[in-house]
């Protein structure tokens, strides 16, 4: 079993920068894939970003180049550093984490970013 603790979040003004940590603990095994999502009210689930244990990362078009994500595999623990955040930026973000060998996947408990005047 793994848990995933987010830390982070809250409210910040447009353009401002906020950072978000997951910290994993239980059996990850070596591989696993650990990334960000986030739900606005009223929409579905999104991507946000993804990154593998060697450190290949993805990003959703609406974040590239704002937001990255990082992650320190002797700590279990992916961050994730978002800049330049816009009022669109505003939902629930939820740490996930995909173990390769055994395809399981772990959720967060979800933490609430705010970009807001």
């Known amino acids: 079993q793994v848990q995933l603790v987010e830390s982070g979040g809250g409210l910040v003004q447009p353009g401002g920068s906020l950072s978000l940590s997951c910290a994993a603990s239980?059996?990850?095994?070596?591989?696993?894939?650990m990334g960000w999502y986030r739900q606005a009210p009223g929409k579905q689930r999104e991507l946000v970003a993804t990154?593998?244990?060697?450190?290949?990362?993805n990003y959703a078009d609406s974040v590239k180049g704002r937001f990255t994500i990082s992650r320190d595999n002797a700590k279990k623990t992916a961050y994730l550093q978002m800049n330049s955040l816009k009022p669109e930026d505003t939902a629930v973000y939820y740490c996930?984490?995909?173990?390769?060998?055994?395809?399981?996947?772990?959720w967060g408990q979800g933490i609430q970013v705010t970009v807001s005047s």
């Open positions: 990154i593998t244990s060697s450190g290949t990362t």
């Open positions: 996930h984490l995909l173990v390769v060998v055994t395809t399981y996947n772990y």
């Open positions: 239980g059996s990850t095994f070596s591989l696993y894939i």
